[in-house]
């Protein structure tokens, strides 16, 4: 229908000059206007809508602007606003730019991208599930890939790439530098891997294959913007990552790394739990091609997979792993041979087996979610309870596995779990004074 979809006259006008530029915004980027209760999409934006609101929730308008009729759909925020969000940036993988009325005009008040949801998480993460008091957050940011940054350097023929990895939920940031071919098939088969949700790349002709490998493996392309002192900053980033040994063998990926550490709005250095190189060659090179025909994990078009018929895991942190393990196959024999050697290790003891299977896992909760939370300072008492029975858990886990009385267990998991399991001692033995303070509170009322 005709008319204003906005507030007032004023807005109108508003709406119209920000709508004169809409030409020079990038494809994948989706303007959101916010108008008292309402958020209003126009022109090619208004399919996002479409694709994830009830029809009913949906309210077009005709705008006439410079000669021509442009399309409005205006959705009530407080109803549709979160599943919009959730759609454009988690499902399609497209960046959102927030519209806010002020001083008579439209202004970009709030940014979100696939791999940065910082200034929208709010708006897309309400407490509306009693077991979830972030709305979901920490489980929708676990199941994120990270974002990259991408650099090449030398000859075309043999390019050296630099790769820099950024996690948000895990707060991990991992390195790659090699030389590749002019199809940048080890760069395409290092996405593969990780899985990056969105890529920082240059806004250079040599990064044509690159943004092609991109787009073919659906991983939002952004353009590296300059910004004043960005040399100095990268000089100074690049000797902060690698001590000067090892600069020569790592500018790339350090550059790599400042571009990231630059594009985003966290400080790497100062949030980053851990830091470390990938040997690109530690893992079989796959495209997507391969990753299609082998059917690893399912696709809209295919339900079945190599992931569903292997994943027989008792905890969410399990099934995180073995699809990072389905995209990284090893190379390394030695590697191989351990794994395989675990697996045999619990094969020939079946009472250790289904203890730790049967019991003590399904009793362990989703530890790399409460981290989440506990990050975001959205973590309940409930949660911090989760936690210390999670603790005890893993203490039953230890004396399960190191009943099993063999080294390679031993190394692999008894030692390392019962390090983290001291340094949680404090945790629960605060708890437990907690609990009995209120106990005896309770028993004297």
């Given amino acids: 229908m005709s008319g204003n979809p906005f507030k007032s006259s004023a807005e109108l006008d508003g709406f119209k000059r920000v709508l004169a530029t809409l030409k020079n915004r990038l494809p994948t980027t989706v303007w959101i206007f916010e108008s008292g209760d309402y958020v209003l999409l ?66 970009e008040s709030l940014q979100g991208s696939p791999c940065d949801l910082s200034e929208v998480k709010d708006l897309m993460f309400t407490t509306s599930d009693d077991d979830l008091d972030d709305g979901g957050y920490s489980d929708k940011m676990l199941s994120l890939g990270p974002i990259c940054a991408i650099v090449l350097d030398g000859d075309g023929k043999a390019p050296r790439v630099g790769a820099a990895f950024w996690h948000e939920a895990s707060k991990s940031v991992k390195m790659a530098e090699f030389f590749d071919n002019t199809a940048h098939d080890k760069l395409e088969s290092l996405l593969i891997q990780f899985n990056p949700m969105e890529a920082i790349v240059m806004e250079n002709p040599k990064y044509r294959t690159v943004r092609k490998i991109l787009e073919r493996n659906k991983i939002l392309a952004t353009n590296l913007v300059s910004k004043k002192g960005m040399k100095a900053k990268t000089e100074v980033d690049i000797a902060k990552v690698f001590p000067k040994s090892h600069i020569e063998d790592n500018t790339v990926a350090a550059k790599a790394f400042s571009n990231l550490n630059q594009h985003l709005n966290v400080d790497l250095f100062a949030d980053s739990k851990t830091m470390e190189t990938i040997n690109v060659e530690g893992f079989v090179h796959m495209n997507g091609q391969a990753v299609s025909g082998l059917n690893l994990f399912e696709t809209a078009s295919q339900s079945m997979s190599l992931y569903k018929v292997l994943n027989k895991t008792r905890t969410p942190g399990g099934g995180r792993l073995l699809r990072v393990w389905l995209r990284q196959p090893l190379t390394d024999k030695l590697k ?39 990050e975001e300072k959205k973590a309940s008492l409930q949660d911090l309870y989760k936690c210390y029975l999670g603790a005890k858990q893993v203490n039953r886990l230890i004396n399960s596995l190191d009943n099993m ?16 399991a001291d340094a949680l001692k404090n945790f629960t033995g605060l708890v437990e004074a907690t609990l009995d303070m209120v106990r005896g509170h309770q028993k004297k009322d």
């Fill in 405 to 420: 009385n063999t080294n390679l267990i031993n190394e692999t998991f008894v030692g390392p779990m019962a390090r983290k």
């Fill in 336 to 374: 191989i041979e351990e794994r395989l050697s675990i697996v045999e290790s619990f094969i020939n003891d079946t009472e250790s087996r289904k203890t730790v299977y049967d019991a003590t896992l399904r009793q362990i909760p989703d530890f790399q979610s409460l981290s989440v939370k506990l």
């Fill in 42 to 107: 126009c022109s090619s934006d208004i399919k996002h809508a479409q694709d994830c609101l009830p029809p009913n929730n949906l309210r077009f308008f005709d705008v006439d602007y410079d000669d021509t009729t442009t399309k409005v759909v205006s959705v009530l925020a407080s109803k549709c606003q979160q599943r919009l969000l959730q759609h454009i940036l988690l499902a399609v993988h497209y960046r959102v730019s927030i519209f806010r009325f002020r001083n008579g005009s439209f202004t």
